[in-house]
C-alpha cells in the first residue's frame, strides 16, 4: 500500500482529506483516520490499490449510473443510452416498461429501477421543489412526561391525544414530539428518544396499556419499562381476534418479521446484538430460523405491538383531523440509531462499523462527541436506490405532516469517530439523492419537511435546503448580531421566512431557565464548566437577558417572547409547553445520560387539560393577530 493509494481510495469512497472548524482552523486527517474509516466501510487499506482497481474497472462497464435524479412527470432522456441499445424500467409499483434508444418518458414520482443488460441504475423521481406549507403555529411537548405525577407511569398515545385533541382546539396547527422510534423494551437504561432501535418501528412503551404506574415528580424508567412490557403481554394474552391484524402483518413482510425477531431474540440474550452468542448475530444463521419456530408466539407479540402502536397512533392522527389542524403532528426523525439495535441488525451492510456519528471538537466540547450512533454506508444506501432512507421518512410520515430531520448537515457530510484513541474525520453523503428522497416522501402525503441545520453549516447547505423546498430551524436565543460589541438581539421583521422559529429547544433552557442561569447552574455543578467560565457566562446572560427585554420590551412575561416569535416572517412557529407552564428547568441536558435526569420530567397538568391553560390561550391570540 502508498499513501497515494490510501488518499486516492479514501477520496474516492467519501472520506474527506480536512475539514475546517468552527474556529476557521483547517484541520488535515491522518493517515490513521483515513485507515481507521476505509475499515469501518468494511475495506481493507493494505489493498487499497487493488479496491481502486476493482472500482475503476467497475465504473467503467457502467453504461448507466448507479442513480440519478429526475425531474417527476417530465420528459427523460438519459444520452448515456446508445439508439439501439435496449433498457428495462421497473416502475416503483412493480409496473414494467421496456424500450430502446436515449428516450425514456416522464417517469410518476418514486424510486425507480433502468436495467440495460446486466446494469441498473436508480432513477430518483422528485418534484423540483417541494410547495411552502400554509402558515402557522403549533406546540411542543414531551410525549413521556404527559402524565402528571399523581398519575404516574409514561405517557401514552392515548395521553397525546388528548392532547392533540385539547391543544386543536385552541388554535395550534401542530403538536411537536421528539422521536418516537422503538427503542429496548428490556433495557431499562435505554429511554433516549435520540438513540433508538429502529427508526423504521415505533416505541411500545407509549402503548396505552393500563401499566401498573409508579407516581413521582420524575419518571422512574427503572420501574415503568417492566411494568410496561407486563401490561402489554396481559393485553396480548387477552386480545379479540383481529384479521385487520394478520392482514397488516402479511403486507408489512420480512422486514417486520424480522424487527420482531429481534426484540424476541433480545428477551433471551440482552438488548443489543453484538453481544449475543456467535449464531444469532446473523438473521440469516440457522439457529436463528429454528428460534422463531420454537419462539413465534413471542415473535407475533411483538408483532402485534406494532400493530397496536401504529392503531393508536392513527387515533391520534384522526384527533388532529377533527379538530382541523393543518399539521397534526410535527414528528422527529433522530439523525441515526443505537449500534447494537433491530435497524443494525437487520442489515448490517447498510450501516458502518466499530465508528460512532459524532461531531468535531468546538468551544463547548474540546475533545469532539461521539454520540454512539452508527453511520449508514453511502454507497451501501446507493446501491440500495435510498429505500431504506425512503422507508424511514415513510413510515413518521403514515401519521404526521410535519417532520423533523435532526442534525440535516449530515445530507451532506457526517462525521465518523473511530472506537479508540483515532481522531475522526467526515464522510461525505449523497446529498442531491438524500434531498431527492426527502421530497418525494414529502410529496406523497402533502407534509413539509424541517431540517435541523444548526451548528456549523457546510458552505451552500442553506441555499440547497431552500432550493429543495425544506425548511430550516431558527432558534431565538441564538438570532443575535454576533459581530455587535453588546449582546444585540435581532429584530422580528429580520428573522428568516422560510423556517421554522421557537425561542428554544428541547436540548436547550427553558424561557425561565434561560433567564435564571439554570443550566450554567447545571453545568457548574456537574463539572463541564469552572467556576471561573460559569461566571463569565452569567455576565454574558445577564446582558442577553436585558437586551432581548429591551427588545421585547416586556420583561419575564413569556408572552413577550411569544409576541416576537409571532410577528416573525417564519412561516412555522413553535412554542414549548414548559414555557407555557413556566417550568424552569429544561427536558434534557446535552453531554449528560445520568448527571442531569433526561427525559424524566413531567408536565404539572393532565394532558387534556392544556388548551385551557390561560397562557396557552393568550399565545393563540397572538398568533391569531399576527395572522397565523
Known amino acids: 500500500m502508498t499513501d497515494a493509494a490510501l488518499e486516492t481510495l479514501a477520496h474516492r469512497l467519501g472520506i474527506l482529506p480536512e475539514y475546517r472548524d468552527v474556529s476557521g482552523e483547517m484541520r488535515p486527517l491522518s493517515p490513521e483516520t483515513q485507515e481507521a474509516l476505509l475499515r469501518a466501510m468494511g475495506i481493507d487499506p493494505a489493498r487499497a490499490a487493488e479496491t481502486l482497481d476493482a472500482l475503476d474497472a467497475e465504473d467503467a462497464a457502467r453504461t448507466v449510473p448507479l442513480w440519478q435524479v429526475v425531474e417527476t412527470d417530465a420528459p427523460l432522456r438519459l444520452d448515456a443510452i446508445g439508439g439501439e441499445v435496449e433498457w428495462r424500467l421497473e416502475l416503483e409499483d412493480g409496473t414494467l416498461r421496456e424500450g430502446r434508444g436515449p428516450e425514456i418518458g416522464a417517469l410518476p414520482l418514486g424510486i425507480h429501477r433502468l ?93 396505552d396499556a393500563a401499566a401498573n404506574a409508579e407516581a413521582g415528580e420524575l419518571i422512574d424508567y427503572a420501574h415503568a419499562i417492566p411494568a410496561q412490557l407486563s401490561a402489554l403481554e396481559h393485553a396480548f394474552a387477552n386480545r379479540d381476534p383481529a384479521p385487520a391484524f394478520d392482514e397488516w ?72 383531523a377533527q379538530q382541523g389542524m393543518t399539521f397534526g403532528l410535527y414528528l422527529d ?28 471538537p468546538d468551544a463547548f466540547s474540546p475533545g469532539g462527541q461521539a454520540w454512539g450512533l452508527a453511520p449508514l454506508q453511502p454507497r451501501a444506501l446507493a446501491e440500495q436506490g435510498f429505500r431504506p432512507l425512503a422507508e424511514i421518512l415513510r413510515a413518521q410520515l403514515k401519521f404526521a405532516r410535519l417532520l423533523r430531520i435532526d442534525h440535516i448537515l449530515g445530507f451532506e457530510r457526517t462525521f465518523w469517530v473511530p472506537d479508540g484513541d483515532v481522531p475522526g474525520g467526515y464522510v461525505a453523503m449523497p446529498k442531491e439523492a438524500l434531498l431527492a428522497v426527502a421530497r418525494i ?139 407555557i407552564l413556566g417550568a424552569t428547568e429544561q427536558p434534557n441536558l446535552p453531554g449528560t445520560v445520568y448527571e442531569h435526569p433526561n427525559w424524566r420530567r413531567r408536565l404539572p397538568m393532565r394532558a387534556g387539560a392544556l388548551g385551557d391553560v390561560d397562557a396557552l390561550r393568550a399565545t393563540a391570540a397572538l398568533m391569531r393577530d399576527a395572522g397565523r
Open 115 to 207: 436495467w440495460v443488460s446486466d446494469q441498473y441504475g436508480w432513477l430518483l423521481s422528485a418534484p423540483a421543489r417541494l410547495p411552502e406549507p400554509e402558515r402557522g403555529w403549533g406546540v411542543t411537548l414531551p410525549l413521556y412526561g404527559l402524565r402528571t405525577a399523581e398519575e404516574g407511569g409514561v405517557g401514552t398515545y392515548a395521553d397525546l391525544r388528548h392532547a392533540v385533541a385539547s391543544l386543536g382546539a385552541a388554535g395550534a396547527d401542530f403538536v411537536g414530539l421528539n422521536p418516537i422510534h422503538a427503542g429496548f423494551p428490556t433495557d431499562p437504561g435505554g429511554f433516549s428518544p435520540y438513540a433508538p432501535s429502529s427508526r423504521r418501528r415505533f416505541s411500545t412503551l407509549h402503548i
Open 249 to 320: 402483518r402479511e403486507a408489512e413482510g420480512t422486514p417486520l418479521r424480522r424487527f420482531a425477531l429481534h426484540q424476541a431474540l433480545a428477551e433471551v440474550h440482552g438488548p443489543h446484538w453484538p453481544d449475543w452468542p456467535a449464531p444469532f448475530r446473523d438473521p440469516s444463521h440457522p439457529d436463528v430460523s429454528a428460534f422463531a419456530q420454537a419462539h413465534s408466539d413471542r415473535v407475533t407479540f411483538h408483532a402485534w405491538l406494532q400493530w397496536t402502536a401504529e392503531q393508536q397512533l392513527s387515533q391520534v392522527r384522526d384527533a388532529a
Open 333 to 360: 426523525l433522530a439523525v441515526g440509531t443505537h449500534p447494537g439495535g433491530a435497524e443494525t441488525w437487520a442489515e448490517r451492510d447498510l450501516f458502518a462499523h466499530d465508528v460512532s456519528l459524532g461531531a468535531p
Open 441 to 579: 416522501e414529502a410529496t406523497r402525503v402533502g407534509a413539509a419537511i424541517i431540517g435541523e441545520d444548526l451548528g456549523n453549516i457546510p458552505e451552500g447547505l442553506h441555499r440547497d435546503l431552500e432550493g429543495a423546498g425544506i425548511f430550516g430551524c431558527r432558534v431565538a436565543m441564538f438570532e443575535q448580531e454576533w459581530d455587535a460589541p453588546q449582546p444585540t438581539f435581532k429584530p422580528a421583521d429580520h428573522y428568516d421566512a422560510h423556517v421554522l422559529t421557537s425561542f428554544s429547544t428541547h436540548d436547550l433552557p427553558t424561557w425561565k431557565g434561560w433567564r435564571a442561569e439554570r443550566d450554567i447552574d447545571w453545568r457548574q455543578d456537574i463539572g463541564t464548566i469552572t467556576s471561573e467560565s460559569a461566571d463569565e457566562m452569567r455576565v454574558r446572560r445577564r446582558e442577553e437577558v436585558a437586551a432581548l427585554d429591551h427588545l421585547t420590551g416586556d420583561g419575564e412575561d413569556v408572552q413577550a417572547i411569544h409576541g416576537l416569535l409571532a410577528r416573525t416572517p417564519s412561516r412555522l412557529v413553535a412554542v414549548q409547553i414548559e414555557d
